[in-house]
């Protein structure tokens, strides 16, 4: 699987912006997604996922209520919905799928078989 993100951009503190993760080479149909984040100088940190296929959505406490994770099967696409900026959700976000992944490792980066490039998101004050 390969996946490509984009949508990644500048945007003012309290907008939205909308981030995709376009997936080829085999359907996405029933993997975990996810979507983790890295900012300057930090570890990678999880976001947010979809299990298995949409039996249920995880985020991260600190996007919570204002990021949504989704996915359109016929574009093979998997999405990010981000209102509500803040200047700390400045990071690379990348995407990432799996199969066989577990519950209670879907917050861990390591459990993801297959990564996207990362796209830039820079929310300025």
């Known amino acids: 699987v390969q996946l490509q993100a984009s949508g990644g951009g500048l945007v003012q503190a309290g907008g939205s912006l909308r981030i995709s993760c376009a997936a080829s080479?085999?359907?996405?149909?029933?993997?975990?997604l996810g979507w983790f984040r890295r900012a300057p100088g930090q570890e990678r940190e999880f976001v947010a996922a979809?299990?298995?296929?949409?039996?249920?959505?995880h985020y991260a406490d600190s996007v919570k209520g204002r990021f949504t994770i989704a996915k359109d099967n016929a574009k093979n696409t998997v999405y990010l919905q981000m209102n509500s900026l803040e200047t700390e959700d400045t990071a690379v976000y990348y995407c990432?799928?799996?199969?066989?992944?577990?519950?209670?490792?879907?917050?861990?980066?390591?459990?993801?078989?297959?990564w996207g490039q990362g796209t830039l998101v820079t929310v300025s004050s």
């Open positions: 979809i299990f298995r296929g949409g039996s249920s959505f």
């Open positions: 080479g085999r359907a996405l149909g029933s993997s975990t």
């Open positions: 990432a799928a799996g199969r066989g992944i577990i519950l209670s490792s879907i917050r861990r980066w390591s459990a993801y078989d297959f």
